[in-house]
């Protein structure tokens, strides 16, 4: 069956420039994440969906970072007004919901602001 | 606030031999532990799950334990390959939620 999807796969933006990142968790996946990896580093917990509820979102790193997952499946993480710093790999992940559950990473999102 | 260690981060070793890769981590209330494996622009791909009632789980040649009263976890992999080469991540979830608190990562390099 499918895993995880992301795409884009790479984006390069220009320093203040708007962007957005798509998901497509595993179907029937009711909790969906997002996480920022910067290089060398692990990855860091951004936000968090339940069905299309955003239960947590204290990993954003500024108010320049919004997402949704409106109808509880595809989640879009948008990033305005991009800045140099932003620069990373944005990975999604999916499970199906309880606490004790494995959780299921996408390829991610390689983002380069220049 | 849980933070997680990993030492070392980078491990090279040639083929054949065992690796034992240490993940520490700084508050014992946790749910579980995952070891993840990634590769080079790729997405995580999970390992083993411990459930924090267990004290290890075994998958072929991967062995993780887990004492939480210490704050640590063991993976070793026996045999190791070539294709073992990758950079080798722990995680564990919040207490209060599921989010999970990364490792740094240990980058490992099996030599043919």
């Known amino acids: 069956g499918a895993g995880v999807s992301q795409s884009p796969r790479y984006k390069v933006a220009k320093r203040g420039q708007d962007v957005a990142l798509r998901c497509d968790p595993i179907?029937?996946?009711?909790?969906l994440f997002w996480y920022q990896q910067a290089l060398g580093q692990g990855p860091e917990f951004l936000t968090y969906?339940?069905?299309?509820?955003?239960?947590?979102k204290s990993g954003l790193p500024s108010d320049r970072f919004f997402a949704e997952r409106p109808e509880g499946s595809v989640s879009t993480l948008k990033i305005q007004r991009t800045q140099q710093e932003d620069s990373a790999v944005y990975l999604c992940?999916?499970?199906?919901?309880?606490?004790?559950?494995?959780?299921?990473f996408g390829p991610g999102t390689r983002l380069l602001v220049l | 606030k849980q933070e997680v260690t990993q030492i070392p981060a980078a491990l090279s070793v040639p083929e054949g031999e065992n690796l034992v890769l240490n993940c520490s981590f700084t508050?014992?209330?946790?749910?579980?532990l995952q070891w993840f494996r990634q590769d080079p622009g790729k997405g995580l791909t999970s390992l083993l799950l411990?459930?924090?009632?267990?004290r290890e789980q075994t998958s072929g040649r991967l062995n993780a334990s887990l004492d939480k009263s210490s704050g640590r976890s063991t993976l070793y992999i026996a045999a190791s390959q070539p294709g073992d080469s990758a950079t080798y991540l722990c995680?564990?979830?919040?207490?209060?939620?599921?989010?999970?608190?990364f490792g740094g990562g240990t980058r490992v390099l099996v030599k043919p």
């Open positions: 411990i459930q924090s009632s267990q």
């Open positions: 995680a564990v979830p919040k207490a209060a939620g599921n989010k999970l608190t």
């Open positions: 508050d014992s209330a946790i749910y579980n």
């Open positions: 179907s029937g996946h009711v909790s």
């Open positions: 992940a999916s499970s199906l919901g309880s606490a004790q559950e494995t959780q299921y």
């Open positions: 969906f339940q069905n299309e509820a955003q239960l947590d």
